[in-house]
């Protein structure tokens, strides 16, 4: 497999799990709302990783290794985009193990917060799959 063909894999899985988010979004599930955005952000990270050929970790924060692998190939990039999704992984890769087994309860505002930042994630990972591409 490529690494093109696993960052595809990686943003298709990612695409599927945010309609699942979506959907417990909708039925007033926010642990598994907060969880699933987590489950998007990841695979989003690490395709991106995959396709600028790096290896990407096997963590469930991701995006400082796709940060440090955009700057260290001197790709284009906003670094208030960059510093606003480390926050958000960073947030939701915390918040994932105690949302999932119901440590905590999340608030509806958690919820969807994590939910919109997911779902900002994704576009970035599909727009910059383009412009990566695009470069070749």
């Not at 905590?104 to 412009?131: H, N, P, T």
């Amino acid at each position: 497999m490529t690494n093109g063909e696993r960052a595809d894999r990686l943003l298709a899985e990612a695409s599927i799990i945010a309609g699942e988010m979506r959907s417990a979004l909708a039925a007033g599930h926010w642990n598994l709302a907060a969880r699933r955005a987590q489950e998007v952000v990841e695979p989003v990270a690490k395709g991106l990783i995959n396709e600028m050929g790096a290896e990407y970790p096997r963590t469930h924060d991701p995006v400082p290794a796709l940060i440090e692998t955009i700057r260290g190939r001197g790709i284009a990039a906003d670094d208030a985009v960059l510093e606003w999704l480390r926050r958000l992984s960073s947030r939701l890769a915390d918040l994932r193990g105690p949302a999932f087994y119901q440590e905590i309860a999340v608030r509806e505002d958690q919820a969807r917060g994590a939910v919109e930042g997911a779902d900002k994630a994704l576009e970035f990972g599909r727009a910059l799959i383009v412009r990566l591409r695009g470069e070749r």
